[in-house]
């Protein structure tokens, strides 16, 4: 698990050094300390002040939504991180969002870039549907290809 120092935590936040600083010492942000007495805050402690900070829509609290907003998806798949990159090039833009310590890379359209106002720094939700998983396995060393299955007798 990933721990990040204040000043990393608040930029992920959106929020400032001092405040930040100022909840840890009210003790409303969990930290461990360094044995230099530095604070460091773990991910998930990132994530849970975030999911705070932009609640659920809830049906009863809020009006009816307007036309093309999306309050509900089937998908279980989703990812909370924050955009780390953002690239345009021609029809296309490449977005990539870390997710605790791993990168995620989406390829989609400009459009679906300019229409969502990604840029790099913001939160975000990859939300995964996919048919075909597939699973890989890294050698430690160089390995000789099988020569064919020995069936059974």
Known sequence: MARLTVRAAADRLGVGYSTLKHWIYHGHVRTTQTTGGH?????AEIERLLARRNPTIRTGNRPAPTSGVIVALSSRNRLRGF???VRIDGILGQVRLRIGDQMLTAVITRDAVEELNLRRGDDALAIIKSTEVMIGREAAGKVAPRRGRRRPK
Request: proline letters at 0%.
């Open 39 to 43: 604070h460091r805050i773990a991910d």
């Open 83 to 85: 955009i780390e990159e």
